[in-house]
């Protein structure tokens, strides 16, 4: 089997990776380094920015530009890079921790502000590294290391924020379905303003055992059987939706991004210098 060198953005002689058997991480960098090489992006111009956890390790296996940060602010950082050099195609990846839990403040405001940029957020539904704490999106009654008795809060739509916030392009993808989750996040690179695409992925070493799901492919088999089409989903009686979630393209939309409107800022500026009485 060849693997992607998304045009030479793996680093040579780094596979296998570290993450656990059955993890859903390698398939989204998989995923990602294909979109790359579909888009033909030069690695001097690409710089993906990560966070921290098991999902912020992705970056020690590419040869781009690539900035790991701190937990929770991938965002703060990516922000300032684009903003510097809107030339650049900024790729932000994080954790469900690092994007919506610890960084929510970020994640919220970087889609309300619509930077162009594309966050890719996996979520597993936990806090992987670090033991399998809650995070945001661990849904209500599971089982975590710091919810022994079923979580009492309920979970971030990480979707529904990022449309809400006004982000211009929100998908959902899961690990399992490989070619529509790399369909997902080659149309989130190529779009304008804050595109997300939410990866639903497997922890089987911290979530799934604590779930009923002790075999490493059964959550990844849960997340395939609750993954539906969008437009089935929203065909649904809300009462059939309760154990569903939708995939594809749930927002496409185009607002103009932060790039866009800061060069006007920036020319309305350099109009009122040159306006100015010598
Ligand atoms: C400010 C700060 N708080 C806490 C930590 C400890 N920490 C490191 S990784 C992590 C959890 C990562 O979870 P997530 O972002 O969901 O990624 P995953 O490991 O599940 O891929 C935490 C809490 C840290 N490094 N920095
Ligand atoms: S702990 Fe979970 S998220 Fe981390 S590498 Fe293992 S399976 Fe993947």
Redesign the pocket.
């Known amino acids: 089997m060849t693997y992607p060198t998304g045009n030479g953005y793996l680093k040579p002689g780094v596979l296998p990776h570290m993450w656990c058997a059955g993890c859903g ?1 390698g398939t989204m960098l998989g995923a990602m380094l294909r979109s790359f090489e579909e888009l033909g992006w030069s690695k001097t111009d690409t710089v993906v920015v990560t ?6 390790k992705l970056d020690d296996y590419l040869v781009t530009n690539a900035l790991h940060t ?3 602010r991938a965002l703060a950082y990516a922000t300032g890079i684009k903003a510097f050099n809107p030339r650049l195609h900024v790729v932000v990846v ?5 994007g919506v839990t ?1 960084g929510g403040n970020h994640f919220i405001h970087a889609a309300r502000r619509n930077i162009d940029l594309t966050a890719l957020v ?1 979520n ?1 539904l ?5 033991g399998g ?1 809650a ?1 945001a999106t661990s849904p209500a009654t599971s089982i975590t290391s710091t919810t022994a008795y079923g979580n009492p809060e309920r979970e971030f739509d990480i979707c529904a924020l990022a449309e809400t916030a006004g982000a211009n392009f929100v998908a959902r993808a899961n690990t399992w379905h490989g070619w529509e989750l790399q369909q997902s996040i080659t149309q989130a690179l190529t779009r304008k303003g804050f595109s997300l695409v939410e990866v639903m992925s497997p ?1 089987p070493t911290q979530f799934g055992r604590r779930n009923d799901m002790r075999q490493t492919q059964a959550m990844l088999h849960s997340l395939r059987d609750r993954s539906m089409p969008v437009d089935r989903f929203r065909a649904l009686p809300p009462s059939e939706r309760a154990d569903r979630f939708p995939v594809g393209t749930l927002v496409d939309r185009d607002e103009p991004g932060f790039v866009e409107r800061y060069a006007q800022v920036q020319q309305r500026a350099a109009a009122r210098l040159e306006a100015r009485p010598a």
């Open positions: 991480i966070g921290i956890g098991c999902t912020g701190t937990h929770g994080m954790g469900d921790g690092d610890i996996l597993n936990n806090y992987g590294m670090t704490q995070s922890c």
